[in-house]
């Protein structure tokens, strides 16, 4: 069973930035993976994904702000966010996608002024 370990989140201002980490205990290789967020009282979404080529896609809301990375050697997924805003406040998770792992525990962040 493939284990995920999510951290790197915390509590910025609007305009600020993290950079969030995701270690996976299993192989990278030819795995796509993604950044998925879930805010309050809403359903989880697809922030940013990354093909085993390193092509990424973004939700039209972060495009711009937030850049997702892979390092297959050290097993981690990795989401830069910069120009962070209140509405991204959510806790962040990575996955495999299409999802088929189960949910690792996520790491919050707060924009906050």
């Known amino acids: 069973q493939v284990k995920l370990v999510e951290s790197g989140g915390g509590l910025v201002q609007p305009g600020g930035s993290l950079r969030l980490s995701c270690t996976v205990s299993g192989t990278l290789f030819g795995i796509y993976m993604a950044w998925y967020r879930q805010a309050p009282g809403k359903q989880r979404e697809l922030v940013a994904r990354i093909t085993t080529g390193s092509t990424t896609n973004y939700l039209d809301s972060v495009k711009g702000r937030f850049t997702i990375s892979r390092d297959n050697v050290k097993g981690a997924v990795y989401l830069q966010m910069d120009s962070l805003k209140p509405e991204d406040t959510a806790v962040y998770y990575c996955?495999?996608?299409?999802?088929?792992?189960?949910w690792g525990q996520g790491t919050q962040v707060t924009v906050s002024s």
């Open positions: 996955n495999n996608d299409p999802r088929t792992w189960s």
